[in-house]
């Protein structure tokens, strides 16, 4: 069984960092490109990051573009993200997610909650 | 970057009735569509990949079509446990960027 666990979440102040991770456990880590996507409280879904499978290539949102560094350590079956700079914006819930050949999201992680607050 | 407008916002439906969900891109993604379906305080769940193939495990009163920049999803005979709000996707090029979303209520 496929499972995504997320942790790292919390409340930081503007301007501040945090790291989230997530724990992958269920399938062949290192065949899958992995991604981070976001939900505002009571908003809709924003992709954040992808990177691909040996971490070499990496993409971004706009938005979190030369704040946000996506990175993964195939060894532990882990993805991480981190967050620096961060803005009251980008309070929200992250999710790991694992994504499918075309570029869909076939698993998700449960979400842990940023809030960037001062 | 490719623009998902998703209609409508929100919509009603009566158990057993069909519904009918629409995206439009602002250009061509070449059925790289994905549909996904969040309940309530849950992560969301893809239901269809590709336009129109169903992810393992999902009913069969799901289904989606279309083409070019214009994609579909319908469900055939709402059930209770339907109620959630449902996202398109395309993952046809970065950015991967959503629709806005459509909550669904069961009457």
């Known amino acids: 069984e496929v499972q995504l666990v997320e942790s790292g979440g919390g409340l930081v102040q503007p301007g501040g960092s945090l790291k989230l991770s997530c724990a992958a456990s269920?399938?062949?880590?290192?065949?899958?490109?992995m991604a981070w996507v976001r939900q505002a409280p009571k908003k809709g879904l924003e992709w954040v990051a992808t990177?691909?499978?040996?971490?070499?290539?990496?993409y971004y949102g706009d938005s979190v573009r030369g704040r946000f560094t996506i990175s993964r350590d195939n060894a532990k079956n882990a993805l991480y993200l981190q967050m620096n700079s961060l803005r009251s914006e980008d309070t929200a819930t992250y999710y790991c997610?694992?994504?499918?050949?075309?570029?869909?999201?076939?698993?998700w992680g449960q979400g842990v909650m940023v809030t960037v607050s001062s | 970057d490719i623009q998902m407008t998703q209609s409508p916002t929100s919509l009603s439906a009566s158990l057993g009735e069909t519904v009918s969900i629409e995206c439009l891109a602002s250009?061509?993604?070449?059925?790289?569509l994905a549909w996904y379906q969040q309940k309530s305080g849950k992560s969301p769940q893809l239901l269809i990949y590709?336009?129109?193939r169903l992810q393992d495990g999902v009913p069969s009163r799901f289904s989606g079509s279309g083409s070019g920049t214009r994609y579909s999803l319908k469900i055939s005979g709402v059930q209770p446990e339907d109620k959630a709000d449902y996202f398109c996707?395309?993952?046809?090029?970065?950015?991967?960027?959503f629709g806005s979303g459509t909550k669904l209520e069961i009457k």
């Open positions: 997610a694992r994504h499918e050949s075309r570029l869909s999201f076939d698993y």
């Open positions: 269920g399938f062949t880590f290192s065949d899958d490109y």
């Open positions: 990177i691909s499978y040996k971490g070499t290539t990496t």
């Open positions: 250009a061509g993604i070449s059925n790289d």
């Open positions: 590709t336009t129109s």
């Open positions: 996707q395309q993952s046809y090029k970065y950015p991967l960027t």
